[in-house]
């Protein structure tokens, strides 16, 4: 059964650090781009970063570029999305999400197979 599962802590300063991990498990993800996405109530998911599995080729959304950094753990078959500093509009409900390589392309939500349950981070100013 394959399974993402979000995990991080939910409530930082803004100005802070954050680490979310995401632990993959149920098949080989070789062949598989890795993302984050987050999704505010009312509106739709919106791409935050993405990494191939295989060679650690990374891309990222307009307004995280610079600030957020996506990484992976071949060993541990955890992704992470390192975060700093935060901004009180990085408030958002973080998804972790799996798609095979050449699906369609990395920003788009429809281009992922799988998705972890939304970890939510808050982000005070």
């Known amino acids: 059964q394959v399974q993402l599962v979000e995990s991080g802590r939910g409530l930082v300063q803004a100005g802070d650090s954050l680490r979310l991990s995401c632990a993959a498990s149920?098949?080989?993800?070789?062949?598989?781009?890795m993302a984050w996405f987050r999704q505010d109530p009312g509106k739709e998911r919106k791409f935050v970063a993405a990494?191939?599995?295989?060679?650690?080729?990374?891309t990222y959304g307009d307004s995280v570029e610079g600030r957020f950094t996506i990484s992976r753990n071949y060993a541990k078959n955890t992704v992470y999305l390192q975060m700093n500093p935060l901004k009180a509009e990085d408030t958002s409900v973080y998804y972790c999400?799996?798609?095979?390589?050449?699906?369609?392309?990395?920003?788009?939500?429809?281009?992922?197979?799988?998705w972890g349950q939304g970890f939510q981070v808050t982000v005070t100013s």
């Open positions: 149920g098949r080989s993800w070789d062949t598989y781009r």
């Open positions: 999400a799996a798609g095979a390589l050449g699906r369609g392309l990395a920003k788009t939500a429809t281009s992922y197979d799988y």
């Open positions: 990494i191939s599995w295989r060679d650690g080729s990374t």
